[in-house]
Nanobody, 118 residues
Framework: VQLQASGGGLVQAGGSLRLSCAAS????????MGWFRRAPGKEREFVAT????????YYGDSVKGRFTVSRDFNANTMYLQMNNLKPEDTAVYSC????????????WGQGTQVTVSS
C-alpha cells in the first residue's frame, strides 16, 4: 500500500485548503482511511477517518464542523476539505490506512505541511 499526501500550503486564518491522499497498491473496500496531524512540540492528533466502502466519517473534536473528509472511488483518492482554518490548525498532515479489522494504522503516507497565519 502506498499513500501520497498533497495539497498543503500557507493560508490566512479563515481560509480554506483541500488535501489529497492518493492511494495505490490494492483495493480498499475493507479499509478505513484517516487523516492525522502533528504540530511542533505536540503529539500526533486524530483529525478524521472515513470507511472506504460506505463513506462513514468521524472527526476529531477540534475540527468538527470545519473539516470534511471524502473519497473518490475512481481516483482511489481521499480528500480533506478544510474550511475556516485557524492558526492552531498549523501542522504536518498525514494520511493513513488500516483494515477495518485492525486496531492499528498500518500504512502511512508522508506528510504535507499546512500553515495558517493569523
Amino acid at each position: 500500500v502506498q499513500l501520497q499526501a498533497s495539497g498543503g500550503g500557507l493560508v490566512q486564518a479563515g481560509g480554506s485548503l483541500r488535501l489529497s491522499c492518493a492511494a495505490s497498491g490494492r483495493t480498499f473496500n475493507s479499509y478505513h482511511m484517516g487523516w492525522f496531524r502533528r504540530a511542533p512540540g505536540k503529539e500526533r492528533e486524530f483529525v478524521a477517518t472515513i470507511t472506504w466502502s460506505d463513506g462513514t466519517a468521524y472527526y476529531g473534536d477540534s475540527v468538527k464542523g470545519r473539516f470534511t473528509v471524502s473519497r473518490d472511488f475512481n481516483a482511489n483518492t481521499m480528500y480533506l476539505q478544510m474550511n475556516n482554518l485557524k492558526p492552531e490548525d498549523t501542522a504536518v498532515y498525514s494520511c493513513a490506512s488500516k483494515r477495518t479489522t485492525s486496531a492499528f494504522w498500518n500504512y502511512w503516507g508522508q506528510g504535507t505541511q499546512v500553515t495558517v497565519s493569523s
